[in-house]
C-alpha cells in the first residue's frame, strides 16, 4: 500500500537563522527539523537549496500548505547591513506635500527640548504637487491637471527614483485622480513601483493613510521581487501550492495578495513567534505567559494573558521606546493592526562598540548571519554578543548545531581584545561579562514595558523563552525581574516557525455602511454578510478547504454617531432572519459600551459603521509530543561533558556539567549551574535555578524568591 | 521604622498609575464627541492620592496638567465631609484651580472599602461653553463673564447618579449642546476607568503597601530632582520678555522673572511683571504655576515620574492682581494658552544666562488658536477649534524642529479629511513655511502656514502672538519670522488681522494663518555646509 504523506512546509526566515520544518499534515506531526544560516544578499536562496537537497521531486509534489514568516521588511527598514532602501517619491495634492512631515503636529516626548521629530520618510525634495482637489463627497473641485505630471514625471526619471506613493486628498471617498495617475505612470515608466493610497489603506485621516501608503512604497521594490522570485523558484522546484506569508497580525495571507500591500508584513517573523507562545499557552493552560524571543539580530517581548494575544491598531514603525507610553510619535504610523510586542536590536550578533565617551555600547548593530560573528570565521572582525558568550564558556567551543558548525573561540578572544579589552584597559572576561550584562539590561526593559509599564506584575507572569540566543539569557533576565518560571520550549530556536503551523489561513473582509441602525434593513445587511463571506469561502476552496473546515466570523462596527471610535461587536451568532435581529444588536452594543465606558445613552442613535468578516480555514495543529519518562537523576548519557563556564554569582568559572537536550527523559531533574545543548539552541542554568524535564519535553526552570 | 517595600513593587505601582492615567486619555478620546478631543486630544487625565497629592499623569498638555493640583485641593476643601463613593464633581472656574472657561474638569473621588485612597481627574477642552463668539476664546472679551458659563466646584454626580439639572444648564449654555453632552460623559467614563483601575491595585497590593508605596515614589521623584540640580550653578538671573498686546490696546506688555537657585531650591520671582490687563491674557495663578513646572522639568530631567514629591523644590510668587495672579473679574482665555507660553519664554531666557547649553532660542511662543463659528447650510450651528503649531527655537546641538507644537501644548492638528466632512470650510492649504526659521548655526524650526476657505458665512476668532515682537535667538542666532494672519476677499485681496481679534467672513473668503518660525541659536558664520546645501534642496530656507 502507497501512503501519500500530505506536507506542510514552514520557513522562518530572520537577520540571522533561516529555520525550516517540515510537517505530516495528516498525523499533525513534525517530521524535519533544520536550521540554516541565512543567505542575507539572496534571502530565498538558504530555504530552496534546502528544499532541492532534502525532498525529493516526487515528496515535494506532496507539499500542499507552504507558509513563510519574514523579518525582510523590517530589517530593510531598520537599516540594518546590506540593505539599502530604493529611492522614493511621493505625489499629493497640491499645497499639502508637508502633511506627510508635519504628522499630526504632536512631539513625542513633552518635555524635553531637545526632542527630535522622525526623519521624513521621505524628503521635502522629492514630495511632489499635483494640481487637482476632491471634496469630501467624491466631487471634484479641481481636474487633474496632466502638465503637472508630465514635470513630475520627469523628475522622477532624471532622480532615477524606484518607487512611488500617490496620496491625494479623500481618495479613500473617490479613486478618480489616484487611479489616472496611477495609470499615467505605469504606461510612462513601467519599471516604477506604485503604491497608490486608495489602494493601500482607503482609509479618511490624510497623514496617517499617506505614511502607511509611503511606507509601503518604501517596502514594495524589495518585497515585490523577494517575493516573487521566490514564488517562481518554488513553482519550478515543482511545488504547485501558493505561498502564504505570515502577517503582522497573526494570519497568513497570499503572497500574491501581499506583494503588492508589504506593509502588512512587517512584524512577520516576530509575530510567528508570539502565535507559537499563545498556542503553547493553550496547550498548557497558562494564564500569564511572558514571551522571549532572541535571534541573531533582535529581541522581542509579548505577553499572552489569558490565551489571548493583544493586536494593536495604532502601531509605529521605527518608533522608539518611550517607557510605554501609549503616547506616541516616534515613529511611522502603519495603519494595519499589529501583534502588540516591543523590541529591540539586540540579538547574538549584535555588535559591542565603544561610543565617543569611552562607555561600552551593544547594538543596535548586527552582523548578521554575513559576516555574523568573529567566532563564525567568516570574516567578522567586530564582536557580538554570540562571541561574548562562547568567550564565557557558555557555548560549545568546538562548534554550533550539534557541532556541525564549526566554530572559532580564538578570533573571537583576538578581535575583542583589539576593540574592547584594549581601550577599555580590561580583561577578556571582565570586557565578555560586561557586554553580556549590557545586553540584559537593554532587553529587560522590553520585558518591563509589556508588564510593568502596564501595571502588570512580571512576578504573576511564567517567562517563555525561545529563538536560538533566548535561552542563553533567560535565567538572568528572569532573576531581573524576580520571575519564579521559565519554559524552554523543545525546539527553541524553531519555535517562531512553529507558529506558522500553529495559524489558520485567514482572509478578512470589511464593507462600509455607515447607517443609523434604526435605517438598516436586515436582508440587506445578511446579503452583504453573504458576499464578504462567499469571496472568502472562494479564496479558502482555491487553497484546497474543504466547505467542512472553513467557518466564518461575523463582526458589527458601531458607534452612538457622533463618536469618533467603532466598537467591535461579535455576531456571529446571531440569525439575522430575526426579526429583533437589530434590536439585539443594539443591545450587544450598548452592554459593550457599558462595560468599557460605563454608560449608555438610551436615545442616541447607534451607527453601524461597518461590517466585517473573517472566513477562517481550520488546519490541523501538530500536537505537543511526549518523550520518554526517566528518573529524578538524568541518564548518563545525557550528561556530555563538564566544562569552565563563567557564572557571576559562583564568582568566576566553574566546572559545569553539560547534557544533551534530546537524551534528557521526562522526570529529570538538576540543579544549576549546568549547559544544556541542542541542535538549535543552548540553555544556560544559572546557580540557584532547578530544572525539571517534563512529560512533552519542555524544560520547566524554577526558582525561590523571598 | 516600618520596612521598605521592595523595588519591584514598588515600580510596578508606578507604572500602574502611569498607564491608568494614559488609559484613561484614550477612553476619553475614544467616547468623545468634539473633533477637538476625538481627533486633536485636547483633553489630560491624572490622579492623585486621598491627601490631594498628584500621583501619576499621563504624557497629554502641560499647560493641563501643571494647574490640576490646585483645582484638586480647592474641590477638596470645598466639600470637605461631603465627598462619598460614587461622587463626581465639576468645575471651570479659572480663579479656583482651573485653567480657562472652555478647559472643564472633572473630579471622582476612589474609595476602596471605607477608605478615601485617591481621584481620578480628568480635563478636557470643551469647543463652546458660551460667551459673546462660538468657541467661548472672544480675543477681544474684557471681563471674564464675557468669556461663558463659569462653573464653580459643584457635585455633579452624586452617589452614582448624574445630575440631569446640571448637565441641562450646561446644555443649554453652549451653542454646540449635544456635542457638550458627549465629551461629559467622555470624561466621566475615563475618570470611572480610573477609579475602577485604582481600585483593582489596591485591592492586589493591599491599602497599607498602596500609600507606602505612594510616598516611596514621591520620593524617589524628589530624590531624583536634587540629583539633577546637583550639579547646578547656584546663581541668580532675571529677564524680560513681551507679549504683543491684550487685544483691546495694542501696548506690549512685559513680563519679568527673576529668579535664583540656593541650597537646592528653586525660587521664581515674576514682580515687575505688568499689572492685569483689560483684555484676555490674564494669568489665573495655577496657569502662571503650570508654565513654571513646566520649566522645571525640561531643564532638569525630564524623566523624572512627574508628581506631587518632584516640585517639592520650587516656590512661585506672582504679585496678587498682576498679569500673572489676575483678580475677577479679568478675563483670562489667552492666558492659558498665550500667556503661558510667553512665561516659559522669559524663564528660559534667564536660565540661558546660567545653563546656556541646556537652552534653545525661542519658539514660536504661542499657539495661534483659531475659532470658525456659525450656521450649516442646513442652519445647524457649529463650531471649530483648533491650535497650530509652528517653529521649535534652534538648540546648542542642533536645528528646531519645523511645524510643531511646543512647550505648553501639544494638541494634534485635525485631519482636514475630517474637517472637511464635520465642517463647511475647505481647506486650501497646510505646509511649512519657507524661509521662517531665525537664521543661525543651528536654525529656527518653520512655521506652518494653513489656509481655509469658508463655504457660508461665519465668525471667525484668532488669538494669536509674536506678530509684533519676534522669537528671538540665542548666542548670535537671528530672531525667527514673526506671525502673520490675514484674509483673503473675494476679490483676492489680502487683508492683515490682528492676532487678537474676531471677524467675519463672506462665504468664499478665507482666513491664513501663517505662524512664528523658532528663533536660530549661534553665529550662521558657523554653519556645515550640508546643512545649508540639504535646507536648499527642500526648499525650506533660500
Request: glycine fraction near 10%.
Given at each position: 500500500?502507497?501512503?501519500?504523506?500530505?506536507?506542510?512546509?514552514?520557513?522562518?526566515?530572520?537577520?540571522?537563522?533561516?529555520?525550516?520544518?517540515?510537517?505530516?499534515?495528516?498525523?499533525?506531526?513534525?517530521?524535519?527539523?533544520?536550521?540554516?544560516?541565512?543567505?542575507?544578499?539572496?534571502?530565498?536562496?538558504?530555504?530552496?537549496?534546502?528544499?532541492?537537497?532534502?525532498?525529493?521531486?516526487?515528496?515535494?509534489?506532496?507539499?500542499?500548505?507552504?507558509?513563510?514568516?519574514?523579518?525582510?521588511?523590517?530589517?530593510?527598514?531598520?537599516?540594518?547591513?546590506?540593505?539599502?532602501l530604493p529611492k522614493t517619491a511621493l505625489i499629493t495634492t497640491k499645497g499639502f506635500r508637508d502633511v506627510l512631515e508635519i504628522g499630526r503636529q504632536?512631539?513625542?516626548?513633552?518635555?524635553?527640548?531637545?526632542?527630535d521629530r522622525p526623519k521624513p520618510i521621505i524628503p521635502r525634495r522629492y514630495r511632489f504637487e499635483v494640481s487637482?482637489?476632491?471634496?469630501?463627497?467624491?466631487?471634484?473641485?479641481?481636474?487633474?491637471?496632466?502638465?503637472d505630471?508630465?514635470v513630475i514625471?520627469k523628475k522622477i526619471?532624471d532622480e532615477k527614483i524606484?518607487s512611488v506613493a500617490i496620496t491625494l486628498l479623500?481618495?479613500?471617498?473617490?479613486?478618480?485622480?489616484?487611479?489616472?495617475?496611477?495609470?499615467?505612470?505605469?504606461?510612462?515608466?513601467?519599471?516604477?513601483?506604485?503604491?497608490?493610497?486608495?489602494?493601500?489603506?482607503?482609509?479618511?485621516?490624510e497623514f496617517?493613510?499617506t505614511s502607511?501608503t509611503v511606507i509601503?512604497a518604501l517596502?514594495?521594490?524589495?518585497?515585490?521581487?523577494?517575493?516573487?522570485?521566490?514564488?517562481?523558484?518554488?513553482?519550478?522546484?515543482?511545488?504547485?501550492?501558493?505561498?502564504?506569508?505570515?502577517?503582522?497580525?497573526?494570519?497568513?495571507?497570499?503572497?500574491?495578495?501581499?506583494?503588492?500591500?508589504?506593509?502588512?508584513?512587517?512584524?512577520?517573523?516576530?509575530?510567528?513567534?508570539?502565535?507559537?507562545?499563545?498556542?503553547?499557552?493553550?496547550?498548557?493552560?497558562?494564564?500569564?505567559?511572558?514571551?522571549?524571543?532572541?535571534?541573531?539580530?533582535?529581541?522581542?517581548?509579548?505577553?499572552?494573558?489569558?490565551?489571548?494575544?493583544?493586536?494593536?491598531?495604532?502601531?509605529?514603525?521605527?518608533?522608539?521606546?518611550?517607557?510605554?507610553?501609549?503616547?506616541?510619535?516616534?515613529?511611522y504610523?502603519?495603519?494595519?493592526?499589529?501583534?502588540?510586542?516591543?523590541?529591540?536590536?539586540?540579538?547574538?550578533?549584535?555588535?559591542?562598540?565603544?561610543?565617543?565617551?569611552?562607555?561600552?555600547?551593544?547594538?543596535?548593530?548586527?552582523?548578521?548571519?554575513?559576516?555574523?560573528?568573529?567566532?563564525?570565521?567568516?570574516?567578522?572582525?567586530?564582536?557580538?554578543?554570540?562571541?561574548?558568550?562562547?568567550?564565557?564558556?557558555?557555548?560549545?567551543?568546538?562548534?554550533?548545531?550539534?557541532?556541525?558548525?564549526?566554530?572559532?573561540?580564538?578570533?573571537?578572544?583576538?578581535?575583542?581584545?583589539?576593540?574592547?579589552?584594549?581601550?577599555?584597559?580590561?580583561?577578556?572576561?571582565?570586557?565578555?561579562?560586561?557586554?553580556?550584562?549590557?545586553?540584559?539590561?537593554?532587553?529587560?526593559?522590553?520585558?518591563?514595558?509589556?508588564?510593568?509599564?502596564?501595571?502588570?506584575?512580571?512576578?504573576?507572569?511564567?517567562?517563555?523563552?525561545?529563538?536560538?540566543?533566548?535561552?542563553?539569557?533567560?535565567?538572568?533576565?528572569?532573576?531581573?525581574?524576580?520571575?519564579?518560571?521559565?519554559?524552554?520550549?523543545?525546539?527553541?530556536?524553531?519555535?517562531?516557525?512553529?507558529?506558522?503551523?500553529?495559524?489558520?489561513?485567514?482572509?478578512?473582509?470589511?464593507?462600509?455602511?455607515?447607517?443609523?441602525?434604526?435605517?438598516?434593513?436586515?436582508?440587506?445587511?445578511?446579503?452583504?454578510?453573504?458576499?464578504?463571506?462567499?469571496?472568502?469561502?472562494?479564496?479558502?476552496?482555491?487553497?484546497?478547504?474543504?466547505?467542512?473546515?472553513?467557518?466564518?466570523?461575523?463582526?458589527?462596527?458601531?458607534?452612538?454617531?457622533?463618536?469618533?471610535?467603532?466598537?467591535?461587536?461579535?455576531?456571529?451568532?446571531?440569525?439575522?432572519?430575526?426579526?429583533?435581529?437589530?434590536?439585539?444588536?443594539?443591545?450587544?452594543?450598548?452592554?459593550?459600551?457599558?462595560?468599557?465606558?460605563?454608560?449608555?445613552?438610551?436615545?442616541?442613535?447607534?451607527?453601524?459603521?461597518?461590517?466585517?468578516?473573517?472566513?477562517?480555514?481550520?488546519?490541523?495543529?501538530?500536537?505537543?509530543?511526549?518523550?520518554?519518562?526517566?528518573?529524578?537523576?538524568?541518564?548518563?548519557?545525557?550528561?556530555?561533558?563538564?566544562?569552565?563556564?563563567?557564572?557571576?554569582?559562583?564568582?568566576?568559572?566553574?566546572?559545569?556539567?553539560?547534557?544533551?537536550?534530546?537524551?534528557?527523559?521526562?522526570?529529570?531533574?538538576?540543579?544549576?549551574?549546568?549547559?544544556?545543548?541542542?541542535?538549535?539552541?543552548?540553555?544556560?542554568?544559572?546557580?540557584?535555578?532547578?530544572?525539571?524535564?517534563?512529560?512533552?519535553?519542555?524544560?520547566?526552570?524554577?526558582?525561590?524568591?523571598? | 521604622?516600618?520596612?521598605?517595600?521592595?523595588?519591584?513593587?514598588?515600580?510596578?505601582?508606578?507604572?500602574?498609575?502611569?498607564?491608568?492615567?494614559?488609559?484613561?486619555?484614550?477612553?476619553?478620546?475614544?467616547?468623545?464627541?468634539?473633533?477637538?478631543?476625538?481627533?486633536?486630544?485636547?483633553?489630560?487625565?491624572?490622579?492623585?492620592?486621598?491627601?490631594?497629592?498628584?500621583?501619576?499623569?499621563?504624557?497629554?498638555?502641560?499647560?493641563?496638567?501643571?494647574?490640576?493640583?490646585?483645582?484638586?485641593?480647592?474641590?477638596?476643601?470645598?466639600?470637605?465631609?461631603?465627598?462619598?463613593?460614587?461622587?463626581?464633581?465639576?468645575?471651570?472656574?479659572?480663579?479656583?484651580?482651573?485653567?480657562?472657561?472652555?478647559?472643564?474638569?472633572?473630579?471622582?473621588?476612589?474609595?476602596?472599602?471605607?477608605?478615601?485612597?485617591?481621584?481620578?481627574?480628568?480635563?478636557?477642552?470643551?469647543?463652546?461653553?458660551?460667551?459673546?463668539?462660538?468657541?467661548?476664546?472672544?480675543?477681544?472679551?474684557?471681563?471674564?463673564?464675557?468669556?461663558?458659563?463659569?462653573?464653580?466646584?459643584?457635585?455633579?454626580?452624586?452617589?452614582?447618579?448624574?445630575?440631569?439639572?446640571?448637565?441641562?444648564?450646561?446644555?443649554?449654555?453652549?451653542?454646540?449642546?449635544?456635542?457638550?453632552?458627549?465629551?461629559?460623559?467622555?470624561?466621566?467614563?475615563?475618570?470611572?476607568?480610573?477609579?475602577?483601575?485604582?481600585?483593582?491595585?489596591?485591592?492586589?497590593?493591599?491599602?497599607?503597601?498602596?500609600?507606602?508605596?505612594?510616598?516611596?515614589?514621591?520620593?524617589?521623584?524628589?530624590?531624583?530632582?536634587?540629583?539633577?540640580?546637583?550639579?547646578?550653578?547656584?546663581?541668580?538671573?532675571?529677564?524680560?520678555?513681551?507679549?504683543?498686546?491684550?487685544?483691546?490696546?495694542?501696548?506690549?506688555?512685559?513680563?519679568?522673572?527673576?529668579?535664583?537657585?540656593?541650597?537646592?531650591?528653586?525660587?521664581?520671582?515674576?514682580?515687575?511683571?505688568?499689572?492685569?490687563?483689560?483684555?484676555?491674557?490674564?494669568?489665573?495663578?495655577?496657569?502662571?504655576?503650570?508654565?513654571?513646572?513646566?520649566?522645571?522639568?525640561?531643564?532638569?530631567?525630564?524623566?523624572?515620574?512627574?508628581?506631587?514629591?518632584?516640585?517639592?523644590?520650587?516656590?512661585?510668587?506672582?504679585?496678587?492682581?498682576?498679569?500673572?495672579?489676575?483678580?475677577?473679574?479679568?478675563?483670562?482665555?489667552?492666558?492659558?494658552?498665550?500667556?503661558?507660553?510667553?512665561?516659559?519664554?522669559?524663564?528660559?531666557?534667564?536660565?540661558?544666562?546660567?545653563?546656556?547649553?541646556?537652552?534653545?532660542?525661542?519658539?514660536?511662543?504661542?499657539?495661534?488658536?483659531?475659532?470658525?463659528?456659525?450656521?450649516?447650510?442646513?442652519?445647524?450651528?457649529?463650531?471649530?477649534?483648533?491650535?497650530?503649531g509652528g517653529g521649535s527655537?534652534?538648540?546648542?546641538?542642533k536645528d528646531g524642529v519645523d511645524g510643531i507644537?511646543?512647550?505648553?501644548?501639544?494638541?494634534?492638528n485635525?485631519?482636514?479629511?475630517?474637517?472637511?466632512?464635520?465642517?463647511?470650510?475647505?481647506?486650501?492649504e497646510y505646509s511649512l513655511r519657507e524661509n521662517s526659521g531665525?537664521k543661525?548655526?543651528?536654525r529656527g524650526g518653520l512655521g506652518i502656514v494653513r489656509?481655509?476657505?469658508?463655504?457660508?458665512?461665519?465668525?471667525?476668532?484668532?488669538?494669536?502672538?509674536?506678530?509684533?515682537?519676534?522669537?528671538?535667538?540665542?548666542?548670535?542666532?537671528?530672531?525667527?519670522l514673526?506671525?502673520?494672519?490675514?484674509?483673503?476677499?473675494?476679490?483676492?485681496?489680502?487683508?492683515?488681522?490682528?492676532?487678537?481679534?474676531?471677524?467675519?467672513?463672506?462665504?468664499?473668503?478665507?482666513?491664513?494663518?501663517e505662524t512664528?518660525g523658532g528663533?536660530?541659536?549661534?553665529?550662521?558664520?558657523?554653519?556645515?555646509?550640508a546643512l545649508i546645501d540639504s535646507d536648499h534642496l527642500d526648499e525650506k530656507m533660500a
Amino acid at each position: 500500500m502507497i501512503t501519500v504523506n500530505r506536507l506542510a512546509v514552514a520557513i522562518d526566515i530572520g537577520g540571522t537563522f533561516t529555520d525550516i520544518l517540515i510537517q505530516d499534515i495528516s498525523t499533525g506531526e513534525i517530521i524535519n527539523i533544520s536550521k540554516v544560516a541565512t543567505t542575507t544578499r539572496a534571502p530565498e536562496k538558504a530555504f530552496l537549496q534546502y528544499l532541492e537537497r532534502e525532498l525529493p521531486a516526487s515528496r515535494r509534489k506532496t507539499i500542499e500548505r507552504l507558509y513563510h514568516a519574514t523579518t525582510i521588511a523590517t530589517n530593510a527598514f531598520l537599516g540594518q547591513m546590506h540593505l539599502t532602501l530604493p529611492k522614493t517619491a511621493l505625489i499629493t495634492t497640491k499645497g499639502f506635500r508637508d502633511v506627510l512631515e508635519i504628522g499630526r503636529q504632536r512631539r513625542s516626548e513633552l518635555y524635553n527640548l531637545f526632542f527630535d521629530r522622525p526623519k521624513p520618510i521621505i524628503p521635502r525634495r522629492y514630495r511632489f504637487e499635483v494640481s487637482e482637489r476632491l471634496a469630501s463627497t467624491g466631487e471634484i473641485l479641481t481636474p487633474l491637471k496632466l502638465s503637472d505630471l508630465h514635470v513630475i514625471e520627469k523628475k522622477i526619471r532624471d532622480e532615477k527614483i524606484e518607487s512611488v506613493a500617490i496620496t491625494l486628498l479623500h481618495s479613500y471617498k473617490s479613486n478618480v485622480h489616484e487611479k489616472k495617475i496611477k495609470e499615467f505612470l505605469e504606461e510612462q515608466n513601467p519599471q516604477l513601483f506604485i503604491s497608490a493610497s486608495f489602494e493601500v489603506s482607503p482609509e479618511h485621516r490624510e497623514f496617517e493613510r499617506t505614511s502607511t501608503t509611503v511606507i509601503n512604497a518604501l517596502l514594495m521594490p524589495f518585497v515585490s521581487k523577494y517575493l516573487r522570485i521566490l514564488s517562481e523558484a518554488i513553482a519550478q522546484l515543482g511545488i504547485q501550492v501558493p505561498l502564504y506569508i505570515m502577517q503582522s497580525n497573526g494570519g497568513v495571507g497570499r503572497s500574491d495578495v501581499v506583494q503588492r500591500i508589504p506593509v502588512s508584513i512587517i512584524e512577520s517573523g516576530p509575530s510567528a513567534g508570539v502565535v507559537a507562545a499563545s498556542y503553547f499557552a493553550k496547550s498548557l493552560d497558562l494564564d500569564a505567559v511572558l514571551s522571549f524571543d532572541m535571534g541573531g539580530t533582535t529581541a522581542k517581548a509579548g505577553t499572552i494573558v489569558n490565551k489571548i494575544i493583544s493586536l494593536t491598531s495604532e502601531y509605529e514603525v521605527g518608533g522608539e521606546v518611550h517607557a510605554g507610553r501609549i503616547t506616541k510619535g516616534s515613529g511611522y504610523p502603519v495603519r494595519f493592526p499589529f501583534i502588540d510586542l516591543a523590541e529591540i536590536s539586540s540579538g547574538g550578533g549584535s555588535i559591542a562598540w565603544i561610543d565617543a565617551g569611552g562607555a561600552l555600547q551593544v547594538g543596535p548593530i548586527s552582523a548578521g548571519s554575513e559576516p555574523g560573528p568573529v567566532c563564525y570565521g567568516q570574516g567578522g572582525e567586530e564582536p557580538t554578543i554570540t562571541d561574548a558568550n562562547l568567550l564565557l564558556g557558555r557555548l560549545n567551543p568546538k562548534g554550533l548545531l550539534n557541532q556541525t558548525f564549526k566554530i572559532y573561540p580564538g578570533l573571537a578572544e583576538k578581535s575583542l581584545v583589539e576593540k574592547i579589552c584594549k581601550p577599555l584597559g580590561l580583561g577578556v572576561t571582565e570586557s565578555a561579562f560586561g557586554i553580556i550584562k549590557i545586553a540584559n539590561n537593554n532587553m529587560s526593559k522590553i520585558l518591563r514595558i509589556v508588564t510593568v509599564e502596564r501595571g502588570l506584575d512580571p512576578r504573576d507572569f511564567s517567562l517563555l523563552a525561545f529563538g536560538g540566543a533566548g535561552p542563553l539569557h533567560a535565567c538572568a533576565l528572569a532573576s531581573a525581574l524576580q520571575i519564579k518560571t521559565i519554559f524552554i520550549p523543545s525546539t527553541p530556536g524553531l519555535f517562531s516557525a512553529m507558529g506558522l503551523l500553529y495559524t489558520d489561513a485567514k482572509h478578512s473582509f470589511v464593507k462600509s455602511i455607515r447607517l443609523k441602525n434604526t435605517d438598516v434593513d436586515r436582508a440587506l445587511l445578511e446579503e452583504a454578510f453573504l458576499s464578504l463571506e462567499e469571496k472568502g469561502a472562494a479564496l479558502l476552496k482555491a487553497e484546497g478547504f474543504t466547505e467542512e473546515t472553513i467557518i466564518h466570523q461575523r463582526f458589527i462596527e458601531a458607534r452612538y454617531q457622533g463618536q469618533g471610535f467603532e466598537l467591535q461587536i461579535p455576531i456571529t451568532s446571531l440569525s439575522l432572519a430575526d426579526p429583533k435581529a437589530i434590536e439585539r444588536i443594539t443591545a450587544l452594543f450598548n452592554t459593550k459600551h457599558k462595560s468599557l465606558y460605563h454608560y449608555i445613552l438610551e436615545n442616541e442613535p447607534v451607527e453601524i459603521v461597518n461590517i466585517r468578516s473573517n472566513s477562517l480555514g481550520i488546519i490541523q495543529k501538530p500536537t505537543l509530543k511526549k518523550i520518554a519518562v526517566g528518573t529524578k537523576t538524568p541518564p548518563s548519557e545525557a550528561l556530555l561533558e563538564t566544562r569552565r563556564v563563567y557564572f557571576e554569582a559562583d564568582g568566576g568559572f566553574v566546572e559545569t556539567p553539560v547534557y544533551l537536550r534530546t537524551k534528557l527523559l521526562a522526570g529529570n531533574r538538576f540543579t544549576g549551574p549546568a549547559v544544556i545543548e541542542q541542535y538549535d539552541s543552548t540553555t544556560i542554568i544559572e546557580p540557584s535555578w532547578h530544572v525539571e524535564v517534563e512529560k512533552q519535553g519542555i524544560l520547566k526552570l524554577t526558582r525561590e524568591w523571598k | 521604622m516600618v520596612a521598605k517595600i521592595d523595588l519591584i513593587t514598588r515600580e510596578v505601582i508606578r507604572g500602574g498609575l502611569e498607564y491608568i492615567a494614559e488609559e484613561m486619555g484614550i477612553i476619553l478620546r475614544n467616547a468623545a464627541y468634539s473633533a477637538n478631543i476625538k481627533e486633536r486630544m485636547d483633553h489630560s487625565c491624572s490622579l492623585f492620592d486621598g491627601t490631594g497629592r498628584m500621583i501619576a499623569q499621563a504624557e497629554h498638555i502641560p499647560v493641563h496638567l501643571g494647574a490640576m493640583p490646585l483645582v484638586v485641593k480647592r474641590v477638596m476643601e470645598h466639600f470637605e465631609g461631603e465627598i462619598f463613593a460614587g461622587d463626581s464633581f465639576i468645575v471651570n472656574d479659572p480663579y479656583l484651580g482651573g485653567t480657562h472657561l472652555p478647559d472643564i474638569t472633572i473630579i471622582t473621588p476612589v474609595f476602596y472599602q471605607e477608605t478615601l485612597v485617591g481621584f481620578s481627574v480628568s480635563r478636557a477642552h470643551h469647543n463652546d461653553i458660551g460667551g459673546i463668539a462660538p468657541g467661548s476664546m472672544a480675543g477681544n472679551a474684557t471681563d471674564i463673564f464675557q468669556e461663558g458659563l463659569r462653573i464653580p466646584p459643584i457635585k455633579f454626580v452624586s452617589k452614582g447618579v448624574i445630575n440631569k439639572d446640571i448637565m441641562a444648564l450646561i446644555m443649554t449654555n453652549s451653542r454646540t449642546p449635544q456635542i457638550r453632552k458627549g465629551d461629559l460623559l467622555a470624561q466621566l467614563s475615563a475618570n470611572w476607568t480610573g477609579e475602577k483601575r485604582l481600585v483593582e491595585i489596591v485591592k492586589n497590593k493591599g491599602v497599607k503597601t498602596f500609600f507606602q508605596a505612594i510616598d516611596e515614589i514621591l520620593d524617589y521623584s524628589e530624590r531624583r530632582f536634587l540629583s539633577a540640580i546637583k550639579n547646578f550653578p547656584q546663581k541668580n538671573s532675571s529677564a524680560i520678555d513681551y507679549l504683543d498686546g491684550d487685544g483691546i490696546r495694542s501696548k506690549k506688555i512685559p513680563l519679568k522673572i527673576k529668579l535664583s537657585l540656593r541650597k537646592n531650591h528653586f525660587h521664581f520671582d515674576f514682580t515687575g511683571t505688568a499689572a492685569q490687563v483689560a483684555g484676555a491674557v490674564n494669568c489665573p495663578f495655577a496657569v502662571t504655576l503650570s508654565a513654571a513646572y513646566f520649566v522645571v522639568r525640561a531643564i532638569t530631567d525630564p524623566t523624572i515620574p512627574a508628581n506631587d514629591g518632584l516640585y517639592r523644590h520650587l516656590t512661585v510668587t506672582a504679585p496678587e492682581g498682576s498679569l500673572l495672579n489676575a483678580c475677577p473679574p479679568a478675563a483670562v482665555v489667552g492666558g492659558n494658552v498665550e500667556t503661558s507660553q510667553r512665561i516659559v519664554d522669559v524663564l528660559l531666557r534667564a536660565f540661558a544666562k546660567i545653563v546656556p547649553e541646556r537652552i534653545p532660542a525661542a519658539s514660536q511662543g504661542t499657539m495661534n488658536n483659531l475659532i470658525i463659528g456659525g450656521l450649516t447650510s442646513t442652519n445647524s450651528p457649529f463650531t471649530f477649534y483648533e491650535t497650530i503649531g509652528g517653529g521649535s527655537g534652534g538648540r546648542p546641538i542642533k536645528d528646531g524642529v519645523d511645524g510643531i507644537h511646543t512647550h505648553m501644548t501639544n494638541t494634534m492638528n485635525t485631519p482636514i479629511e475630517e474637517i472637511e466632512v464635520r465642517y463647511p470650510l475647505i481647506v486650501e492649504e497646510y505646509s511649512l513655511r519657507e524661509n521662517s526659521g531665525g537664521k543661525g548655526q543651528f536654525r529656527g524650526g518653520l512655521g506652518i502656514v494653513r489656509k481655509f476657505k469658508a463655504k457660508v458665512p461665519v465668525i471667525v476668532s484668532v488669538l494669536g502672538e509674536r506678530q509684533k515682537t519676534a522669537p528671538w535667538g540665542l548666542e548670535g542666532g537671528l530672531p525667527g519670522l514673526k506671525g502673520r494672519y490675514y484674509k483673503v476677499t473675494l476679490a483676492g485681496k489680502e487683508v492683515t488681522i490682528d492676532g487678537k481679534t474676531t471677524i467675519t467672513l463672506a462665504a468664499g473668503e478665507s482666513i491664513v494663518i501663517e505662524t512664528p518660525g523658532g528663533g536660530g541659536w549661534g553665529n550662521l558664520a558657523k554653519r556645515g555646509q550640508a546643512l545649508i546645501d540639504s535646507d536648499h534642496l527642500d526648499e525650506k530656507m533660500a
